[in-house]
């Protein structure tokens, strides 16, 4: 009969992502109080973020905590409710 093809899905990711879970912040603007948000992966481009607001399409990304301490300049590059991809558009600072 009909045999079942079984396709995996290619990675189209440059570089590999980390689970990282780690609570960050995030501004929008230069002298506004930061936002909370939860970062679920990250690599060294990009991040899967989950926040509880909206987030703007582009926001200087702030993490820390086990040996990090780093800035991200990050872009939206995808939306699914609350969880949203970024890509970094500037090194960490």
């Known amino acids: 009969m009909f045999k079942e093809k079984h396709t995996a899905f290619k990675e189209r990711r440059k570089t590999s992502r980390r689970l990282v879970n780690r609570v960050a912040q995030f501004y929008t603007e230069a002298g506004q109080l930061p936002r909370t948000c939860m970062v679920t992966d990250i690599s ?11 987030m ?9 905590g086990e040996g990090v301490n780093a800035r991200h300049e990050c872009r939206v590059v995808w939306r699914l409710g609350g969880e949203l991809g970024v890509e970094f558009i500037e090194r960490a600072r």
């Open 44 to 54: 060294d481009a990009g991040a899967r973020l989950y926040s509880e607001i909206d």
């Open 56 to 64: 703007p399409p582009q926001f200087t990304l702030a993490l820390s």
